[in-house]
């Protein structure tokens, strides 16, 4: 009957286990996220010491005998296997959610993706179908001996092969991320460009900083968007200085109709481009000024006519230019790069003053 009542253990124990596998991932630093893994943690210990009372009680009962006539060869033998299947499930637990995140993939990756994710409800079951028929020697006697053995051995391998060689699945994912990253990113920006269909969050996928598929792709989208100019123009007054330098790198390539309508926008973008130009040059901290080249070619290709009312602005630009870069940064080469721009914008500004003087 003890048997039997720690079998009922462990079954209550891998039915936690089925639980946490199956509960949705919370994001880490939650509260949610905490309790998740402080309940993880519990179902694995919870599930260790049921199955390894289970596995001393048959082990009593003479479950085992089929091994070895050796008591200490056939004991060994189990704590190892025992051990292996502890290590593997352990892992999985706590490793679970890693995995989820390759669902995107096809093939057998995908399939392999799959197995690790559940992989701690998979792989119990190789040790309790076995442990149920040794709970009475006389329905271990009635099969053949690799029918337990087979399932054990592969158990246990698999669990010592996650801890000896974790790197391998790592790497062998990274490789398939590797090959599919540009069609996963593009999967990924378009459906945030579906969440986020505002103008000003479609502007940071115009960026260089993506692929030119994410680029052409939140072009074709905010070309689509009605009052467009009124869009832009919002950003202009309104956005973030990053913001603006995309709608700049928008409006070099796309003209606009009603290029009166930008002059203003244009001037107030200039106080947001000169503060945070000014702030990427003096903190060690940010990566460095903003190269304003593109600002420039679109002041000179679109709104050529009203130079004399943006030189006020260029003016302070070129002042800002002469501050000192601060000498400590956090990332090597990130003066070096600053001091680049800083020259470079300075030669920018120089011509663009010179051609409308």
């Known amino acids: 009957m003890l048997g039997y009542f720690l079998y009922g253990l ?56 089929w091994i070895s006539d050796s008591l200490l060869k056939r004991n060994i ?3 190892i296997v025992w051990l292996g299947i502890m290590i593997g499930v352990s892992f999985f637990l706590l490793h679970h959610t890693e995995f989820h995140r390759y669902y995107q993939l096809s093939g057998f990756a995908r399939f392999l993706s799959y197995m690790l994710s559940y992989g701690a409800i ?32 592969m158990a246990s391998l698999i669990g010592f092969s996650l801890v000896m060689k974790p790197k391998i699945i790592s790497n062998y994912f990274r490789s398939f991320r590797a090959f599919d990253k540009s069609e996963l990113d593009f ?7 579906k969440k986020y269909p505002d103008v000003s969050s479609l502007l940071y996928y115009t960026s260089k900083s993506n692929e030119e598929a994410v680029r052409n792709a939140a072009i074709t989208k905010i070309k689509t968007t009605k009052n467009l100019e009124a869009e832009l123009i919002k950003v202009l007054e309104k956005g973030n200085p990053f913001t603006c330098m ?49 600002v420039l ?12 009312k943006f030189k006020p602005s260029i003016l302070k630009l ?3 230019m002469e501050t000192p870069p601060a000498r400590s940064r956090q990332q090597p080469g990130e003066l070096e790069q600053a001091k680049e721009t800083i020259n470079k914008n300075k030669e920018q500004i120089k011509l663009w003053l010179d051609a409308h003087s």
Not at 300 to 305: G, L, M, N, R
């Open 318 to 320: 070129q002042e800002v």
């Open 77 to 79: 033998t189990v704590a």
């Open 187 to 193: 999967k990924d920006a378009m459906d945030r460009m």
């Open 246 to 294: 995309n709608a700049y790198n928008f409006l070099v390539e796309n003209k606009v109709q009603n290029p009166e309508l930008f002059i203003e926008p244009i001037i107030k973008s200039f106080d947001k481009l000169i503060a945070e130009t000014h702030e990427g040059i003096v903190n060690p901290y940010k990566g460095g000024p903003l190269d304003i080249e593109v």
């Open 122 to 153: 998979w792989l119990p079951l190789l040790m309790l179908v076995p442990y149920y028929l040794f709970i009475k020697n006389e329905w271990a006697h009635s099969f053949t001996p690799n029918l337990f053995k087979i399932p054990l051995v």
């Open 10 to 65: 462990t079954l209550i124990a891998y039915i936690l286990v089925i639980i946490t596998v199956l509960q949705p991932h919370h994001s880490g630093g939650s509260d949610a996220a905490y309790g998740a893994a402080m309940s993880i943690l519990f179902v694995t210990v919870a599930f260790i010491l049921t199955s390894l009372l289970l596995t001393v009680n048959i082990t009593m009962q003479g479950g085992f005998n």
């Open 297 to 308: 070619l679109v002041l000179d290709e679109q709104f050529k006519d009203s130079a004399p």
